[in-house]
């Protein structure tokens, strides 16, 4: 009598193991990659608002330099 071959051998089964782990993992890597791009343009957001924030004081610092300078000089 003949033997009856397998039709899935082990290496196959711990080969589909491994690709679901491995599948896994990328679904994970990938909504952290996502969630890290949102807070990156959040936090580019923040600093562009934060520069914004920082130029109005010096100019209104200048401004404020200026009328004192004005002023000292007119007294």
Do not use: P, W
């Not at 193991?17 to 936090?43: F, N, P």
């Not at 200048?62 to 004005?70: C, D, V």
Request: proline letters at 0%; a positive charge.
């Amino acid at each position: 009598m003949r033997k009856k071959h397998k039709t899935i051998s082990n290496t196959s089964v711990r080969l589909s193991a491994h690709e679901k782990l491995c599948a896994e993992r990328m679904v994970t890597l990938i909504k952290s990659i996502d969630e890290l791009r949102a807070e990156v343009k959040d936090l580019r957001g923040d600093m562009n608002k934060g520069k914004g924030v920082i130029y109005f004081v010096l100019f209104l610092g200048t401004i404020a330099t200026a009328l004192a300078s004005f002023f000292q000089f007119k007294s």
